[in-house]
Nanobody, 125 residues
Framework: QVQLVESGGGLAQAGGSLTLSCAASGLTFSRLFMAWFRQPPGKEREYVARILYNFYGGATYYADSVKGRFTISRDDAKKTMYLQMNSLKREDTVVYYC????????????????WGHGTQGTVSS
């Protein structure tokens, strides 16, 4: 059974930090293209960051809105992906989702085969 489970969401102050985790099971994690998305209230889900697997050098890519503030990483031994979020802003208060796919890495959410259920991050002023 394939599962992606996010954790680490919670409350942080503006300017502070949060670290999200996405634990995978039922998949060959080391061969997965992984990504983070988020969905603000009343809006469509939007791309945050993606990471290729080690065969492709573990390359990372970011949305302009988070570049320089967020860092995506993965630990294949732990079958876990992370999102380190620094310099948080009020607009980072959204639900964060992790996504995985065996075949492609993309910025559009359509096409990712596997999704977690989301974790809420809240940033207070």
């Amino acid at each position: 059974q394939v599962q992606l489970v996010e954790s680490g969401g919670g409350l942080a102050q503006a300017g502070g930090s949060l670290t999200l985790s996405c634990a995978a099971s039922g998949l060959t994690f080391s061969r997965l293209f992984m990504a983070w998305f988020r969905q603000p209230p009343g809006k469509e889900r939007e791309y945050v960051a993606r990471i290729l697997y080690n065969f492709y050098g573990g390359a990372t890519y970011y949305a302009d809105s988070v570049k320089g503030r967020f860092t995506i990483s993965r630990d294949d031994a732990k079958k876990t992906m992370y999102l380190q979020m620094n310099s948080l802003k009020r607009e980072d208060t959204v639900v964060y989702y992790c996504a995985a796919d065996n075949s492609r890495s993309m910025e559009g959410d359509v096409g990712y085969e596997y999704w977690g259920h989301g974790t809420q991050g809240t940033v207070s002023s």
